[in-house]
């Protein structure tokens, strides 16, 4: 399979694998104008060949420009990693993971890094078990933190102050989301629509720098979240009948 290398002079042509059907929406122009600040900072994105049949990606990036509230200078940090439809079992996953591992080597890395998750949204850690990678640093709820190393060296860690980052956000809906993923500002748009039709006074607080998220998201995924009063509610795109049934569900 033919691997498509995403850069900023090719980006226009080749896209970036998600919402690719809708170049003019919202979510696909906000992810474009993030991609193309985050090159220079050594952003990668490989592509299968769609003309071969590929259907999936990996995005990654230095750990010190990760856009998830981790610690992991010193490591290449997966943000994605996804392979859908027909092209999955067919070893497309590593191949992309390897095309990842062959760059952190390359430029002196001591290993990739990657986010996983239980819930949704983010790849199951136990592919990467799978993989060879290790399960270094865990938060509720079901988040997990994987680890490849390559040389000796501080593995990456999470912060342990969710509570307390959720709560200074205060009283009230609030969203708060950052531009890496195309499909946030129609899950963010989901949120005030309901809290609209409930009365509910809601705010957006975006995250627009990697620090940003490392210093003040309030749960592991980083750049997309739900809270009200305080608490997170969700990580993910909820349908209005879900965020709904969350909001009552808070107020017992």
């Known amino acids: 399979m033919n ?15 998600c919402m690719m059907s809708k170049k003019k929406s919202a979510g696909y122009q906000t992810k474009l104008a993030w991609l193309r600040s985050r090159f ?25 420009y990760a856009w998830r509230p981790v610690h992991a200078a010193g490591y290449m940090f997966i943000h994605c ?4 439809g027909q092209s999955r079992g067919k ?7 390897d095309e990842c591992e062959r760059d952190a080597r390359a430029c002196g890395a001591r290993g990739v890094a990657m986010l996983t998750s239980e819930g949704i949204w983010l790849l199951k850690p136990g592919y990467l078990l799978e993989q060879g990678f290790q399960d270094v640093a865990r938060a509720a709820p079901g988040f997990h933190l994987m680890v490849k190393q ?7 860690s999470l912060p342990t102050d969710w509570d307390q980052r959720a709560a200074r956000y205060g009283d009230g809906l609030t969203v708060v989301n950052a531009g890496q993923c195309p499909y946030i500002p129609d899950a963010t748009r ?13 705010r957006v607080v975006e995250l627009t720098s990697s620090q940003q998220v490392r210093d003040e998201a309030p749960t592991p995924y980083g ?23 969350a909001l009552e569900q808070a107020k017992r």
Do not use: C, M
């Open 91 to 97: 070893g497309y996953g590593r191949l992309l993971l």
């Open 3 to 17: 691997l498509i290398d995403v850069r900023a002079d090719n980006v226009d042509q080749t896209s970036f694998f």
């Open 190 to 202: 989901t949120v005030l629509e309901v809290a609209q039709a409930k009365g509910i006074p809601a």
């Open 150 to 156: 390559f040389a000796p060296g501080p593995l990456p």
């Open 223 to 245: 750049v997309f979240q739900i809270l009200l009063d305080g608490r997170v509610l969700s990580y993910h795109y909820l349908l209005p009948k879900e965020l709904e049934k």
């Open 40 to 64: 220079a900072e050594g952003l990668r994105i490989k592509l299968l060949d769609l003309a071969a049949g590929g259907r999936g990606f990996v995005e990654y990036i230095p750990g010190e």
């Open 81 to 84: 990693l996804w392979v859908v």
